[in-house]
């Protein structure tokens, strides 16, 4: 706006009048500008989440499916103009001697598997030197071996039993018993099924993910007709018959000092809910001999994901509960542990495809450096591993949470960074309780794993038909995965539980995974 002096009044009191709505109109584009100011600003904020969003989702389904990031020893390459010094400092480590690697070389074959030797030789005409034309002796052989697949040796048992009268008593008219043997106790009475048979169908299905109607076909090849139906009754009586002993595994579970659990979702047809839930509870390593922790893996069926469904299952629990970020298992008495790689993948997440060093790095780096610390503790005592946290982890600890602090104001809190450090800052004081015990692990990846074979076998048969059948399919997966983690050959172990079940189900210390004897 313009004026001319000679057009201004010499009033001051017409000046100040002037003066005063000249200010209410530029306060009044001042206040717009700042409003189209903010506008902008959110816009930018909401195309900003959007891209994060749509980078995030193409990595997901192009980019690599490994969470696996660069070790502690490793150094980036280059870092973004953002980072600020303290971040770059975080950023350089320096690099560790990498391994030797190792020349593969095949394994021999077993021992115990049956050989049929086969004797290539030469013709009797071809046994003659080729200079001289006198006889060839031999001097020593060469030998090779190889694996040969037979289908499977399938058989009928036959069982006789005599009967036995007296004679006399015929004769003389009188009455007479007839004695003969007592059938042997089964896992189901009156069934063509024995122990190898259900154990080859349980095996199948829960631990190598194959369904029931499969299981029909293959059956059907060999010229046996055993319906789907048929098979699924068996898995039902079989799930009722070991359940004293899941129950008596659950009582050793509840006893121990750490627990992991997870749970995840399922589709039971005839049930009150479309999706219920498939819950775990475990406890030890994957492999025995590892921790003094006995190794069981416990699934639980509920038809829901309420908190109330772990309450149940622990019944009061009052030690530690190594879990991921789900606030159900709060109301469970046990001492929660918070899982560091689910603040590690929030962190992936928030980097998405970007092949440049940024923020998110930082935080990557410094949990890579974790992860490198436990890799050196495997096989040492919760003492030692108490030890080595202390020295060597809780700096790093320290740092990340420091780090975490600094910059919970200065990323937006809608940017899937801003959301990793709110996650990772809900989760840490529960997350660094790790280092105040050995017994813990740094993460809840012991629980993942465990319940990757039951995800994995549920693409293959995708739901179950009734509440009782997902009951069953619960004590039969505890059975083989605890079978696999003590390292028992899951078909021998199923079989002689189901035959030992039948015959003495008062005795379940002998059939105890590690008190297990194998034949």
Wanted: proline content about 5%; charged content about 25%.
């Amino acid at each position: 706006m313009k004026f001319d002096a000679h057009s201004l009044p010499n009033d001051p009191d017409q000046l100040k009048q002037m003066l005063l709505e000249l200010q209410d109109v530029v306060a009044k584009k001042d206040n717009e500008l700042a409003e189209k100011d903010d506008v902008i600003a959110e816009q930018s904020a909401q195309i900003h989440e959007l891209l994060a969003r749509y980078n995030a989702k193409l990595a997901k389904e192009y980019g690599k499916k490994s969470e696996k990031m660069p070790g502690a020893g490793e150094v980036f390459n280059e870092a973004e103009a953002e980072l600020d010094a303290q971040d770059k400092a975080l950023l350089k480590t320096e690099k560790l001697p990498e391994k030797a690697k190792r020349t593969p070389k095949r394994r021999p074959l077993p021992e115990s598997l049956p050989r049929v030797e086969v004797t290539i030789d030469l013709d009797e005409k071809e046994k003659v030197c080729d200079c001289c034309k006198g006889p060839l002796h031999q001097m020593g052989e060469s030998s090779s071996e190889a694996l040969e697949f037979v289908l499977a040796h399938i058989k009928v048992i036959r069982t006789v039993r005599p009967k036995y009268a007296c004679r006399v008593c015929d004769k003389q008219g009188i009455q007479s018993t007839i004695k003969t043997a007592p059938l042997p106790a089964t896992p189901i009475p009156k069934s063509m099924a024995t122990p190898g048979l259900l154990s080859q169908i349980i095996t199948c299905k829960y631990q190598f993910g194959l369904p029931l109607y499969r299981q029909e076909t293959l059956f059907a090849d060999i010229e046996i007709e055993l319906s789907r139906q048929t098979m699924s009754s068996w898995m039902l009586r079989c799930a009722q018959l070991l359940k004293p002993l899941y129950q008596r595994l659950q009582q050793t579970l509840l006893s121990q000092p750490v627990i992991h659990a997870d749970e995840t979702p399922m589709k039971v047809i005839n049930a009150e809910k479309a999706t219920n839930y498939m819950w775990l509870y475990c406890t030890g390593e994957d492999k025995p001999g590892i921790t003094d922790l006995p190794n069981i893996v416990l699934f639980d069926y509920q038809n829901s994901r309420a908190g109330q469904c772990a309450v149940d299952f622990l019944q009061g629990l009052a030690g530690y509960l190594q879990v991921d970020g789900y606030q159900a298992y709060a109301q469970t008495d046990a001492t929660l542990v918070a899982c560091l790689a689910h603040m590690r993948r929030k962190f992936i997440e928030a980097k998405g495809n970007n092949k440049k060093a940024g923020k998110a790095d930082v935080a990557l780096s410094l949990i890579g450096k974790l992860y490198g610390i436990e890799q050196g503790l495997p096989g040492k005592t919760a003492e030692e591993k108490y030890q080595g946290r202390q020295q060597l982890a809780k700096p790093i600890v320290d740092k990340l949470h420091q780090w975490l602090l600094d910059h919970k104001d200065k990323i937006p809190p809608k940017t899937a960074l801003g959301k990793a450090i709110l996650y990772s800052l809900n989760q840490f004081e529960k997350f660094q309780r790790y280092l105040d015990d050995g017994r813990l692990n740094i993460d809840n990846n012991r629980a993942e794993r465990a319940i990757k074979p039951f995800v994995i076998g549920r693409k293959a048969w995708l739901f179950s038909n009734t509440k009782s059948g997902a009951e069953a399919s619960a004590i039969l997966y505890s059975l083989v995965e605890t079978a696999k983690a003590n390292d028992l050959v899951v078909h021998e172990y199923i079989s002689t539980c189901l035959q030992h079940m039948a015959q003495s189900p008062d005795n379940l210390d002998a059939i105890l995974p590690w008190n297990f004897q194998r034949s």
